[in-house]
């Protein structure tokens, strides 16, 4: 059973910058890809970005494509998303998630694991 803890959440004012972190445990993190879905009120959560198993491969969804970053330490096991030029669209909560697979993956299926969520709250 893998456990992921985000932190890093909080408010920050349009065009700012967050980096929220992922602390894995249980599990053999390095096997697996990694990636970050937010929630938004009133909306169905979405795929944000993803990383494979080596962190040599990465995808992102269009709206943080060039803003966004994730990364990974296997030796920490953990994952990171670098979050620049927020805009108040980008308020939501954000979950980190593992893997079935190593590949970049898009979609909730492919993720057996589940953090409990951090908020993000950008100010206009």
């Known amino acids: 059973q893998v456990q992921l803890v985000e932190s890093g959440g909080g408010l920050v004012q349009a065009g700012g910058s967050l980096s929220l972190s992922c602390a894995a445990s249980?599990?053999?993190?390095?096997?697996?890809?990694m990636g970050w879905f937010r929630q938004a009120p009133g909306k169905e959560r979405e795929f944000v970005a993803a990383i494979s198993w080596s962190g040599g491969s990465t995808s992102y969804a269009d709206s943080v494509k060039g803003r966004f970053t994730i990364s990974r330490d296997n030796a920490k096991n953990t994952v990171n998303l670098q979050m620049n030029s927020l805009k108040p669209e980008d308020t939501a909560v954000y979950y980190c998630a593992s893997s079935y697979r190593t590949s970049t993956r898009y979609a909730e299926r492919d993720y057996a694991y589940w953090g409990q969520g951090t908020q993000v709250t950008v100010s206009s």
């Open positions: 249980g599990g053999t993190f390095s096997s697996y890809g």
